[in-house]
């Protein structure tokens, strides 16, 4: 399984890459995960919030592989626990199924682009900033994979 990371957002602070590149090196070969930052709108080009999110949206469709799986990150996804995400990520590994989380922009993701998902869950019902969704969603992944491992990163 391929594990692709599509976010709206670039120059992340370096905080942000170190925790972003060590979670990600310790993941297995099976779940090989990979980021694609896509480039943000400029929030200065006098264009709505819906035209912003519909650029980022066309550049994110351009990012994304054939034949994954895409899920969205957003408010008003599924709500999961960190048991029951492994167990979907299982699912889709034991069906060889690539799969792509996409991050949205500030203004979120288009509303169309959404519906053209396969599913959208949320992360959390706090707001958090782009730069933490990045480490908290690896982070979560790498849990995932230790659950399923019987690693002892994840402790019950």
Known sequence: ????????????PEWVNSAWDDYAK?????????LKEIKPEPRTSGKTPQQMMLAE????EAALPEHTLRIALDE???????????????????????????IGGPDGLDPQFKQSCDG????SSMTMPHPMVRIVLVE???????ILNNHPYHRV
């Open 1 to 12: 399984m391929k594990i692709l990371i599509v976010a709206v957002g670039n120059r992340m």
């Open 26 to 34: 310790r993941m297995p070969a099976d779940w090989a995960i990979s």
């Open 57 to 60: 949206a066309k550049r994110i």
């Open 76 to 102: 008003i996804g599924r709500d999961m626990t960190t048991q029951s995400f492994a167990a979907k990520l299982n699912n889709w590994h034991q069906a060889s199924q690539n799969i792509s989380i996409i």
């Open 120 to 123: 959208l869950i949320r992360l």
């Open 140 to 146: 979560q992944l790498y849990r995932a994979w230790s």
